[in-house]
């Protein structure tokens, strides 16, 4: 017997209170937002200043990957009124565990990105170590859990200045001069590939917890069965679509910076396309942006990916709920101590991205297995279109991180 629960007993948003479309746009910025952590910058960032206008042919890769995966899980989870996991579980007993325990594995990979990156922001800002500055960020991380009204506080902080963002690198877009014309070409006629870059891409928007965010929102708003299919379309396109305009201005932004033939700094790439562009204040803004992202990713991560593991305690909720809190304070400062002992934010920050869209193939495969099994869909039958788009990014994705792996012996 699996320990399948019913609707009734996932949690529900107030639904006098919120209205669908509401519910759909939540999970779409909650999927936004965790994907464009400091792991994002960094990324975005780094693969600029090595590939050039190439890297652009990675990033329509990502959109078009980015598109498939949440379009298929985010309709199986929601029409099915299941979590992923339990899903899995249903599939092949024991699957769920496996699937929350590559999750958990995944989250803890992003945490410890995100606690460098947050780490990172401090130090820009303030001149302290990374490695000291991640210290501060996992206390702060879990002064946050123990206060509850800390994590709103941060939330509204973090979507002001994502806006202060997205003006500054348009402002940069405006006044460099940016190569629309190569950055085009080569997107489309790449004179390199590079498997590494987009399998990191693609893990970072959309590997480990990040894919199944959005779904699991909708769920815990109420919204299952097919009757609500339309807003599932518009929450997945929505988040994706914000993520990936952010990702295409700061590519843009970071090719106008490196034509000139300025070489980024390799400790901190991001932060070198603002302080080019917009001096002393682009950078030091930078640092609360940085350091912004990675403590609200590093509650989100935390929280979701521990989330997973209620699945693996079963119907002992008691023992959850007890030591629920202490499995999130492990869990931040297990990421700190790793990220303290490895230093290197930079190259953490694109690691974690790599390591999670090894996670993604596995993942997206056990979704769409379950979209065939009528016992779990009912009388849905799955767009032929998002079943075979599915499995061909599962089979790239697979053979992209194996060409990886074998890339780094």
């Given at each position: 017997?699996?320990?399948k629960?019913?609707?009734?007993?996932?949690?529900?948003?107030?639904?006098?209170?919120?209205?669908?479309?509401?519910?759909?746009?939540?999970?779409?910025?909650?999927?936004?937002?965790?994907?464009?952590?400091?792991?994002f910058?960094?990324?975005?960032?780094t693969?600029?200043?090595?590939?050039?206008?190439?890297?652009?042919?990675?990033?329509?890769?990502?959109?078009?990957?980015?598109?498939?995966?949440?379009?298929n899980?985010?309709?199986?989870?929601v029409?099915?009124?299941?979590?992923?996991?339990?899903?899995?579980?249903?599939?092949?007993?024991?699957?769920?565990?496996?699937?929350?325990f590559?999750?958990?594995?995944?989250?803890?990979?992003f945490?410890?990105?995100?606690?460098g990156?947050?780490g990172?922001?401090?130090?820009?800002?303030?001149?302290?170590?990374?490695?000291n500055?991640?210290v501060?960020?996992g206390?702060?991380?879990?002064?946050?859990?123990?206060?509850?009204?800390?994590?709103?506080?941060?939330?509204?902080?973090?979507?002001?200045?994502?806006?202060?963002?997205?003006?500054?690198?348009?402002?940069?877009?405006?006044?460099?001069?940016?190569?629309?014309?190569?950055?085009?070409?080569?997107?489309?006629?790449?004179?390199?590939?590079d498997?590494?870059?987009?399998?990191?891409?693609?893990?970072?928007t959309?590997?480990?917890?990040?894919?199944?965010?959005?779904?699991?929102?909708?769920?815990?708003?109420?919204?299952?069965?097919k009757?609500?299919?339309?807003?599932?379309?518009?929450g997945?396109?929505?988040?994706?679509?914000v993520?990936?305009?952010?990702?295409?201005?700061?590519?843009?932004?970071?090719?106008a910076?490196?034509?000139?033939?300025?070489?980024?700094?390799?400790?901190?790439?991001?932060?070198?396309?603002?302080?080019?562009?917009?001096?002393?204040?682009?950078?030091?803004?930078?640092?609360?942006l940085?350091?912004?992202?990675?403590?609200?990713s590093?509650?989100?991560?935390?929280?979701?990916?521990?989330?997973?593991?209620?699945?693996?305690?079963?119907?002992?909720?008691?023992?959850?709920?007890?030591?629920?809190?202490?499995?999130?304070?492990?869990?931040?400062?297990i990421?700190?101590?790793?990220?303290?002992?490895?230093?290197?934010?930079?190259?953490?920050?694109?690691?974690?991205?790599?390591a999670?869209?090894?996670i993604?193939?596995?993942?997206?495969?056990?979704?769409?297995?379950?979209?065939?099994?009528?016992?779990?869909?009912?009388?849905?039958?799955?767009?032929?279109?998002?079943?075979?788009?599915?499995?061909?990014?599962?089979?790239?994705?697979?053979y992209?991180?194996?060409?990886?792996?074998?890339?780094?012996?």
């Amino acid at each position: 017997m699996t320990n399948k629960p019913s609707k009734n007993d996932l949690p529900k948003i107030d639904q006098a209170s919120r209205s669908p479309w509401s519910i759909a746009m939540g999970a779409a910025f909650l999927m936004a937002m965790a994907a464009v952590g400091p792991g994002f910058l960094t990324q975005t960032a780094t693969f600029t200043g090595q590939m050039g206008a190439n890297f652009g042919f990675a990033i329509l890769i990502c959109i078009i990957f980015d598109v498939i995966v949440q379009m298929n899980i985010w309709r199986i989870i929601v029409v099915s009124g299941q979590k992923a996991q339990t899903l899995a579980n249903e599939i092949f007993p024991g699957l769920g565990y496996v699937l929350s325990f590559l999750v958990a594995v995944g989250g803890l990979f992003f945490n410890i990105g995100n606690v460098g990156g947050a780490g990172l922001g401090l130090n820009v800002l303030f001149g302290i170590s990374p490695e000291n500055g991640a210290v501060i960020a996992g206390l702060l991380a879990i002064i946050v859990f123990v206060v509850k009204n800390a994590l709103t506080v941060m939330d509204r902080t973090v979507q002001v200045l994502a806006v202060v963002k997205v003006a500054i690198l348009i402002y940069i877009i405006v006044v460099m001069a940016v190569p629309y014309q190569q950055a085009v070409q080569h997107t489309f006629l790449p004179t390199k590939v590079d498997f590494y870059s987009i399998v990191t891409i693609v893990g970072g928007t959309v590997g480990g917890y990040i894919s199944f965010s959005g779904g699991h929102r909708l769920l815990e708003g109420g919204l299952t069965g097919k009757k609500n299919i339309k807003y599932v379309n518009a929450g997945a396109l929505t988040g994706i679509g914000v993520a990936s305009v952010i990702r295409v201005m700061l590519f843009l932004a970071g090719l106008a910076v490196v034509v000139t033939g300025t070489k980024l700094d390799p400790t901190n790439p991001a932060a070198s396309i603002f302080k080019y562009a917009a001096g002393n204040f682009g950078y030091k803004f930078f640092g609360i942006l940085l350091f912004a992202a990675g403590m609200t990713s590093v509650l989100g991560s935390t929280f979701t990916s521990t989330s997973f593991l209620d699945y693996a305690v079963g119907k002992n909720k008691n023992f959850y709920q007890n030591y629920h809190k202490i499995l999130v304070i492990g869990f931040i400062v297990i990421s700190t101590v790793v990220f303290y002992l490895i230093g290197s934010p930079a190259k953490v920050l694109v690691f974690v991205g790599a390591a999670n869209g090894f996670i993604l193939p596995i993942s997206l495969a056990i979704l769409l297995l379950a979209s065939r099994n009528h016992k779990l869909m009912g009388d849905y039958h799955h767009p032929k279109w998002l079943t075979y788009t599915g499995w061909l990014v599962v089979i790239f994705m697979a053979y992209a991180s194996i060409e990886t792996l074998l890339g780094l012996f």
